[in-house]
């Protein structure tokens, strides 16, 4: 990525946490709720990795190709599922992994700096194919908001128990996930 390096650090702590809480909940509720948190978690932890400020420039000229070979077959299981149980968050998951892939791709084939010296860069990969990844992840999180506001209480109405994974918290780490998307395809 092009982002300076202190946005870059910021992508990094924001992605780690939300993998981690992600990873916290493959451990807890049914077959599809872990599912769901091992793609989160794979997800954030893969965009930690990617937004890290030396990644593109000092990683081997394998690792893009090992990213992206990870979160194409990420995708391809994403897919399957959507064949097999429908349903929008594994189709979700198909988009990011190939959005990760895009990335890792477009990052390798980037050319390094800019024109003579100049601290502008010329975008990388196919501007269409950004801005079309750009617009789905803008809808996405400009959509995920109203999930996290809180729902009118009536009153004298009995509090409910609190659940070991909390779905306001699920829905917080994947608005943090489609604005780090966001963020990192704006600096391609």
């Known amino acids: 990525m092009h982002q300076p390096p202190l946005v870059g650090w910021l992508l990094v702590v924001l992605c780690t946490a939300t993998g981690a809480y992600c990873l916290g909940g493959v451990r807890a509720g049914g077959v599809g709720e872990r ?17 890290l400020p030396v990644w593109m420039s000092g990683a081997p000229s394998w690792g893009a190709a090992l990213f992206a070979a990870v979160f194409a077959a990420a995708g ?37 700096g800019g024109h003579g010296g100049h601290t502008g860069h010329r975008p990388a990969g196919a501007p269409p194919l950004t801005g079309l990844l750009l617009l789905y ?24 128990p609190v659940p070991a994974r909390r779905p306001e918290l699920t829905r917080a780490c994947r608005l943090s996930m489609g604005i780090g998307m966001v963020t990192m395809l704006l600096t391609m």
């Open 35 to 51: 599912r769901a948190a091992r793609g989160d978690a794979l997800m954030a932890l893969g965009m930690a990795v990617m937004a």
């Open 76 to 112: 391809l299981r994403a897919l399957s599922l959507v064949r097999r149980q429908g349903g929008g968050h594994h189709l979700h998951h198909a988009i990011g992994a190939f959005a990760m892939v895009y990335m890792a791709l477009a990052m390798a084939a980037a050319p390094e």
């Open 137 to 160: 992840f803008a809808v996405y999180v400009v959509r995920s908001v109203p999930a996290l506001l809180p729902a009118a209480v009536t009153p004298g109405a009995v509090a409910a």
